[in-house]
Every structure is written in C-alpha cells, then in structure tokens.
C-alpha cells in the first residue's frame, strides 16, 4: 500500500461526502414535486409525456397499486428490449452487421438489463449494433434506475407518512426521476467522458496499418469454421500474421454516463471499464467512480429529509461507510501483497502489487477501489478483472454483494435493501430491552418483521441452491470454468451472487453464455429483483398505514452511533451465517493454498 | 389494462427520448467541442489510420518497447482479460517462461510485473515507466542509440499522476515507439 494510493481512496470518499447533502436535497424536491431550477426546460416536457402516455398525475397510489405498475412496466421493457436484440439485423445503425443474438442469450440480457444487474454474457463490441446499444440496452439503464429510485422513495414515504394507503403515483415517480436526476446528470458526464477520449459517433469501426506486425498462432479450421485436432485431441495451431488494428467506434459516451449514474454497469465493450475507449484516464475513472455513489449517497440524506430525522439519515450513511472502508482497504492490502506463486525474477511491487488483468493507468490502488465501489453499490461495471484478484482481493467484492448491496448499493436498490436491515435491526433492538420495536413513531410488528425476513431469506437460497447444482454438474456446470480447484467455485459462486443481488459484475472466466447459465442466471435476477421488491412495497404499504406512537424513554434511538454499530453488526452477522461456509471453500480456501504454494 | 397501455407508450417514449434523442444530442455537442477524442483519437501518417493515441498496439520486436501482453493480441474488436486465476498453474507457467524470455534478451536486473502480466482490457497504451527504464539498454544497443537520449524519449511520454494524484504514471508504448522510428 502506498501513501498515494491511501489518498486517492481517502479523496474518492471525501468528495462523495460533501456531494451527499446536496444530491439528497435535490433528490427530495425531485420526488416531493417541489419546484427546481430546470423546470422551465422540463415542466412542459413532463406534462406533454404524462399526456401522451395517459398518466393522471394526480393519483396517487396504494402499495398494491404501485407494484403493479413496476411489474407491468418491467414485463413490457423486457419484451421491447428481447425484441429489439432478435430483430437487430433488420433495425438501423448496424454498420458491423450483426447477426441477432440467440434466445437464451437475447432473454438473459433482457431480464439482465430490465432487472438493473446488466450481467453480459456477450461481448458489446462483437455482438450488439449501435441501435441495440443505444436505444435498446441503454434505454433500459435508465428506466431500470428511475425504477429502483422510485421504490427507494415509497419505503421512505412508507416511513414518513401516518395512517395513509398512499404511497405516491409509479408513473409520476418513474418520469420524475428520469427527466430530472438521470437525464441531465448523464448529458453532463456523457460531455466530460468525451473530452476524456470516450467515443460517440455511429461510424464503422476503423482499421489502422500496424507500424510492426507480428505473428500469432491461431487454432487451425477447416473450410466450415471447426477446429481441428490433432492425435491428442489438442486444437491443431497455425502461424497468422497480424498487420492491422481494428478500432472500434461507437455511441459510447452515452451509454457510460448513464451505466453508471444509473449503477447498471452493463460495458459498450467487453471489457467494460477497462477499455481505453470506456475508460481513458484516471480522471475519467475518478469521476466513473463518483457518479456510481452520487445517488445512493445521496438517497441517505434524502431519507433524512423525508423523514425528518437527518441524524437517522447520517446514521444509515455511517454504517454504509464504515462497510465500505472495511472493504477497500481489505481488497488493496491484498492486491498490494502481489502473487507469492510468481517467480523471485519479477518484481511485483515497482508497480504496486498484483498485476494480472489490471490497466497501468489505474493501477492496483484504483483497481482496488473500483472494485469496491462496483460491488458495494450494485453496479457491476469493472475497471480490472476481478477473476485474476488475490483470493482475499477478491472475496470484498463477493462479500460486498453477499451483504445484499447495503454498501451505498445500487440507486434505489441500496436504500431498501439498507431500510429492510434497518428494520430488523430495530426489532433486535427491541427484542433486547423487551419492548415492542419503534421506528420513527412507528411500532414495527410481526408483519413487517416476517416480510423483512423473506427478503433476507430469499436472496442467500437462490444463490447457494444454483451455486451447489452448477458445482456439481460436470455437463453443464463446471465445464464453463476457466479456473480449477477453489477458484473454480468462486466463478460459480460470483456468478450467482452477482446475478440475485442484481450487480452485474463477474470472475469473467466464466463461460455463462450457455443455456444453462443464461437461464438459471436470467431466473436468479428476475428473484433477485422482483420476489424481493415485493416485500418491499408491503412492508412500506404497511408502515403507511400505522398511527404515530410518541417516542417515550424506553425508545431505541435510530440516529445515534450505537444504531449505527448495531445495524453494522446485523448486517455482517446475517450475511457471514448464511455465505461463511461457502466462501470457506472458494476465496479463504485458495488464499491458504497459495500462500502454501499450491496451484492448478 | 390501462398500466399495459401506459408502460408500452412510455417505453416508446423512452426509446425515441433517451435512446435516439439523448446520444445524438451528445454526439452532436461532441463533433463540435471534441472532434477529435469523439472519433477515437486517431493518429494518421500520410492520410492513413496507423493507430489510436489510447489504445495499445503489439510490439515484440527487438528495435522497440515491448508492450503488456494481451489475452487477445491487441485485437481491438475484442477486448477483455485472461481471468486466469492467482494458483492458476496456467498463469504461473506463463509468467515464468516469459520472465525467462524477457532476461534473455534484456539484462538480469528484476522484471517489473506488468511485462509479464496481461492487461484487463488486452489494450493497455501503456507500460510503467520502470517497464521502459528495464528495457532502454536493449533499444540502446538494437538502434545504436544512446541510453541518455532514449531516457529523454521515455520522458517525454511519461505522463504523471493526473493533477499529481489520479491514478500512475504510464509510459505511452505507442507514441513512444513512433517517435523512435521517427529518429
């Protein structure tokens, strides 16, 4: 670890810190329909689409109500979105000329999208047209953020408001959030990125005249594009010289602000973050970094608002920022340690530790907090591989999605999935002193607790039911490994983590573009998002109904350190009793066989 | 039946807004304000395209830095990384035998690990400057050159720290072979 690199983590959290109090306070008057300086811009915009979509502004909506809405919004982008991707050879704005993806693949990056996880079993860059790209995939980054914003906002309104079936309008939330959060903030960024050197055009891809060529050796095929093989059953090799470049273009700027202002995380190219073109320099990837955490951050001090309890607001933060540097700090010490398996010849330090599958401009320190920041919100884009991390390196971020994306976690997404914690923590707080658990004026009973426990429940069974039969499935499941023995499983186990909790991010060796994977991975997200937003909107549907009971003596405070320590601690205790043993044979297993010298 | 009607006008909605509006709108900001970085910030030698400034290229041959190695030739329509694992035996092998190699034909002197190691993008422009300083006595001998004016060069396209803090100084391995051919 370097004085620099501690800086620039330091740094990183100090700028999201001052941004938090003015995000949330911008927040609120978006979802509060309070007047903002763009409404000379947008106020006619969003009165002309609530006219041409048929929304009544004016109703408002009970629980029941509103997910109805989220769900039929999201059926009807998932079958836009399918569509758009089978009939792509037929739309505009494919200069590349590409094929339609298949089914299973067209239905998993469809949920994928819709579900805000944006797990790519493709590769942008060799797989989807510009119209795909932009008004397909991108399109869905941005509902499916205005989405998890707009179920964010009905848990706090849930809390805020007293003996009430109303919860606030889908339609008029989703809308809001759009034309007023994500749209502008993205323009901005989308400028920013290109004067960074991200691409934005619609032109072919490019071809440079190598000034060295070079000779590689390829796979030999026959005329119908088999592999052939030798005796052995090895793939025969040739000699192909390579004397061009492909550059690839692109509307990319666009889709990056928004992929990860919206903290989907889905990469125009394959390699997502990392790409020269998705991520040119380290100011690009700072300010990346920032625009994942701006509206989860600020989210924190929305709920303080609206609630009006801003000490609760910072409490919920501090417990989110207590995680996150517990988890940085963990992921760069490992990564800094370098790989003790590599020979004495190399010297891993001179650039700051592990090295394989990172980018020089980055480096291990900013490598290290991406990674942490893409898993602690739930964006899921990458700057580095996170397969070829150090064992400990890369249990942070499978423990930050374990810990159900509480950590700032996706916009929308983290603040109830923090808010159901909360809650339970609460209730263990109550269960302590014998008293009926309060909330803010609110009793929390046994309906809210038993909805609160079926979201915590269902999000750990789906993961380790798929992660158990792909571990023991030689057909369809470990033969899309690319790594043996322990690291084997974290591939599987990151997969499905990374799918339920809705991140997005992979152990990219993973060949998940099978139909197994494609549907047991499509069908973990589609849980992961939708079985556990309906607890959600009950419980908030349900808080909105309760009297105010006058806090008394005998009230646990919600904005106070304890709360902040308590809520910790129920977050790690839940999350290491469900994941400890399962980790214990993926990451914590291999970084004892590597520090024993064991490969594979 | 009417949230039906209400989703599926909203999408095209949507779609027409945010999928067609919102990045020609950026684009057409972009073609103005950044003509260049908007269209790849293409590098042409006599009318033709040689390369971008910010995606890397291969060089293995004596008379020039060696990049990073890359999991898919530096072929940029097909980036991403090896995902091989830290115990992957595959990944230690690898480094070894190029570790190996990259003695041979350099000095004796500890290789600094992002020559033998892959990149995430299989693009990376750059190489650490202690990746150039390893390699300078070879290029000096290769091109009859000397060490102190190859130093110069590497210098010269070395980038600091952004605002002496973001992210690691980097060498850019295909500017800095340009200008070598150009001596």
């Known amino acids: 670890m370097t004085s620099n690199g501690v800086l620039q983590i330091l740094l990183f959290f ?8 003015p995000m949330g306070i911008y927040l609120t008057k978006v979802y509060s329909g309070e007047k903002i300086f763009l409404d000379f811009i947008f106020k006619p915009c969003e009165r002309m689409l609530y006219a041409i979509c048929r929304v009544y502004a004016e109703r408002e909506m009970n629980w029941k109500q509103y997910g109805a809405g989220v769900l039929i919004f999201s059926l009807v982008s998932s079958l836009a979105l399918y569509a758009i991707q089978r009939f792509q050879s037929f739309l505009p704005f494919n200069p590349q000329n590409f094929n339609a993806p298949t089914a299973e693949s067209s ?42 914003m707009a179920i964010a906002v009905v848990f706090i309104r849930g809390i805020s408001r007293f003996e009430t079936e109303n919860l606030g ?43 060295e060529s070079f000779v590689v050796q390829i796979d030999k095929k026959d005329a119908d594009g088999n592999v052939l093989k030798d005796a052995e059953g090895e793939n025969i090799k040739e000699d192909k010289t390579i004397s061009e470049q492909t550059i690839v273009q692109g509307p990319v700027a666009s889709q990056l602000a928004i992929k990860m202002l919206g903290t989907n995380g889905g990469g125009f190219f394959n390699a997502n973050s990392a790409h020269p073109f998705e991520n040119p320099t380290p100011f690009s990837n700072f300010v990346q970094m920032l625009l994942i955490f701006l509206i989860p951050a600020g989210l924190t001090y929305t709920l303080g608002q609206m609630t009006k309890s801003q000490g609760h607001g910072w409490a919920v933060f501090a417990a989110m920022a207590i995680l996150f540097f517990a988890g940085v700090f963990t992921a760069y010490w490992a990564e800094s340690k370098g790989n003790p398996l590599y020979p004495k010849n190399v010297n891993q330090q001179v650039i700051g530790g592990n090295f394989e599958g990172k980018e020089t401009r980055f480096g291990v320190a900013n490598s290290a907090l991406f990674a942490t920041i893409t898993t602690g919100a739930s964006c899921g884009a990458v700057n580095s591989m996170h397969d070829s991390f150090t064992p400990l390196g890369g249990l942070v971020p499978i423990v930050n999605m374990q810990l159900g994306e509480v950590i700032f976690g996706g916009v929308g997404a983290g603040m109830y999935g923090i808010l159901i914690m909360v809650i339970l923590t609460v209730f263990v707080a109550g269960l302590m002193v014998g008293r009926t658990p309060e909330y803010l004026g609110k009793r929390i009973e046994a309906y809210d607790v038993q909805m609160a426990m079926l979201y915590a429940l269902i999000f750990p069974l789906v993961i380790l039911i798929f992660a158990a039969i792909s571990a023991i499935s030689p057909d369809f499941g470990t033969n899309s490994l690319n790594n043996n023995a322990a690291h084997g499983f974290s591939e599987i186990l990151y997969a499905f983590t990374s799918a339920t909790a809705n991140n997005g991010s992979a152990f990219a060796g993973l060949n998940a573009n099978t139909l197994w994977y494609n549907s047991t991975l499509g069908a973990a997200m589609l849980i992961g998002r939708f079985l556990m937003i309906i607890p959600v909107l009950a419980i908030a549907g349900n808080l909105a109904r309760k009297k105010r009971v006058p806090p008394t003596l005998g009230t646990f405070p919600v904005n106070t350190a304890l709360f902040t320590i308590l809520l910790v601690s129920i977050i790690l205790i839940l999350g290491a009793l469900t994941f400890f043993p399962a980790l214990s044979l993926s990451p914590i297993l291999e970084h004892f066989q590597m520090n024993a010298g064991q490969s594979f | ?175 800095l072979n340009l200008e070598l051919n150009k001596k």
């Open chain 1, 169 to 211: 309008n889908f339609w008029v939330d989703l809308t809001r959030g759009t034309l007023y959060v994500l749209l502008p903030f993205s323009f901005l960024a989308a400028i920013f990125f290109v004067s960074q050197g991200v691409v934005q055009n619609f032109k072919p891809y490019d071809t440079a005249k190598l000034t």
């Open chain 2, 1 to 175: 039946m009417n949230d039906l009607i209400t989703s599926a006008l909203l999408i095209l909605v949507f779609t027409v807004s945010l999928g067609i509006i919102y990045p020609f709108a950026v684009w057409g900001v972009s073609q103005v304000v950044f003509p260049h970085q908007v269209n790849g910030s293409l590098i042409e030698k006599d009318g033709k395209i040689i390369g971008s400034e910010l995606v890397g290229q291969n060089f293995s041959g004596e008379k020039y830095f060696h990049s990073r190695l890359s999991a898919n030739n530096y072929d940029a329509a097909n980036s991403g990384g090896t995902n091989l694992g830290p115990t992957s035996q595959k990944l230690i092998d690898r480094v070894k035998t190029d570790a190996e190699k990259l003695q041979t034909e350099n000095s004796t002197k500890p290789i600094p690990a992002d020559l033998v190691t892959t990149s995430a993008s299989g693009l990376d422009p750059h190489i650490s400057p202690a990746a150039a300083e390893f390699q300078i006595p070879r290029i000096a001998r290769e091109r009859n050159m000397s060490e102190t004016d190859l130093r110069a060069i590497v210098a010269k396209h070395t980038e600091d720290r952004t605002f002496g803090i973001f992210g690691e100084p980097r060498v850019n391995i295909l500017m």
């Open chain 1, 107 to 148: 239905f998993n990056t469809a949920v994928s999208f819709v579900t805000n996880t944006n797990w790519q079993g493709y590769g942008g860059e060799t797989t989807m047209s510009y119209f795909t790209q932009m008004a397909g995939l991108s399109v869905q980054n941005f509902a499916s953020a205005a989405v998890g």
């Open chain 1, 14 to 21: 100090g700028v999201i810190l001052l941004l938090t109090k």
